[in-house]
């Protein structure tokens, strides 16, 4: 099973980027799903995660206010919309699956995007 995240690129400090994850091969509807990061040298980040029924969303005290997670479960797709980005922001994100609830660290999460490159420029 694959994930597939798009949308990455580059912006301008207080951009905005709209990040996508399709998982057409995955009983969507059944996992939780979230966004993580890894920026050059640093281990990856846990972002934002959403719940398998929408009805719980998380993110890192970095992002809060700033991006949102949403999910289309009918359509098997995740989004992050980032708003009022910083150069901080910059790293590759990832989006990634697992069974049970949200949890902020990435080994629990069983699937995987390739991911995908945002950098914002000050």
């Known amino acids: 099973v694959q994930l597939q995240a798009s949308g990455g690129g580059l912006v301008q400090a207080g951009g905005s980027l709209r990040l996508s994850c399709a998982a057409p091969?995955?009983?969507?509807?059944?996992?939780?799903v979230g966004w993580f990061r890894q920026a050059p040298g640093n281990e990856r980040e846990f972002v934002a995660g959403?719940?398998?029924?929408?009805?719980?969303?998380y993110y890192a005290d970095s992002v809060k206010g700033r991006f949102t997670i949403s999910r289309d479960n009918a359509k098997k797709t995740l989004s992050l919309q980032m708003n009022s980005l910083k150069p901080e922001d910059t790293a590759v994100y990832y989006c990634?699956?697992?069974?049970?609830?949200?949890?902020?660290?990435?080994?629990?999460?069983?699937?995987w995007g390739q991911g995908t490159l945002v950098t914002v420029s000050s």
């Open positions: 990634a699956a697992r069974r049970s609830g949200v949890l902020p660290t990435p080994n629990p999460y069983a699937y």
């Open positions: 091969g995955l009983t969507f509807g059944s996992y939780s």
């Open positions: 959403i719940t398998w029924s929408a009805g719980s969303t």
